[in-house]
């Protein structure tokens, strides 16, 4: 894949509260082979019975993910585009591994229409049985996280190897000034890469899950995360003001759709 992807963007999702001691959040790095496909591999674990339910908040990052329990691998699901955060509640006892596909990888691999997924996880039989099945399959409750990350790193590079894939140059040029950019532009005049309005929004649509607009916005949101504000800064700096935020009520209006929560809890 045109290697823009990994180099100009990071898609950050929250890390587990330092005030839960009972729930580890960890990622790792996929094989050199598919980093520009694949931007980690994560596992989301209860090391106890928690007293309460958990609801695992998942921020908006432009990216689509496959995701199982691996205790029962056969509940196997995709997840596509988010428009704004969402929270699950995902009980008092979870083992959850994922494979978090960088933005366009997925549709690039499989063929599948982004914007079929937009919004909401279903079930991966659906989408993909083959890879579907072959998580039931292949992936047993009792192997580790590292051996089960090493198996998906496998199954990958064999799809990479098995396609023909094909790029569209435009549609990644746009890509990578939307990420150059930081989101920040008008993407109806600043993208001259020689497409029309209505093939922008339709290649986006399909690589993406959603238009060229609402996808700058998610990587404007992403950006700030990655700078790791805290809450003095925010007020001193004014980062918002940057990457085109006119007034802190606006920003903070944004960032919460995206997070769920004000960046002053965000940052906290």
Not at 142 to 160: A, H, K, P, Q
Not at 196 to 202: A, E, F, M, N, P
Not at 208 to 215: L, R, V
């Amino acid at each position: 894949m045109y290697p823009v992807i990994r180099k100009y963007y990071k898609p950050i999702q929250p890390s587990v509260s330092d005030t839960d001691n009972d729930i580890n959040y960890q990622e790792i790095q996929p094989s050199k082979d598919i980093e520009n496909f694949i931007y980690c591999f994560w596992q989301l674990k209860s090391q106890q019975p928690l007293l309460k339910d958990y609801n695992y908040r998942v921020v908006s990052d432009g990216c689509i993910d496959i995701f199982f329990d691996h205790k029962q691998p056969a509940e196997n699901f995709v997840m596509g585009f988010c428009r704004k955060f969402v929270q699950f509640p995902i009980g008092k006892e979870f083992d959850y591994i994922g494979v978090r596909f960088l933005p366009s990888a997925f549709p690039h691999l499989f063929g599948v229409d982004a914007k079929t997924l937009s919004n909401q996880s279903q079930e991966l039989y659906k989408v993909l049985p083959d890879f579907s099945n072959w998580i039931t399959s292949e992936i047993k409750p009792m192997d580790s996280f590292e051996n089960i990350t090493r198996r998906l790193n496998e199954r990958i590079i064999g799809i990479i190897n098995f396609q023909d894939i094909h790029y569209d140059h435009r549609f990644l040029d746009s890509l990578k000034q939307i990420f150059q950019r930081h989101g920040y532009l008008d993407t109806e005049k600043d993208l001259n890469t020689g497409l029309s309005s209505r093939q922008l929004r339709r290649i986006f649509n399909f690589y993406i899950g959603t238009t060229a607009k609402s996808f700058s916005n998610v990587v404007r949101f992403q950006h700030i995360l990655n700078a790791k504000p805290s809450i003095q800064s925010l007020k001193e700096n004014k980062l918002y003001f940057d990457v085109g935020f006119f007034d802190q009520a606006h920003f903070i209006k944004n960032f919460k759709t995206f997070y769920g929560v004000t960046p002053s809890e965000a940052f906290r």
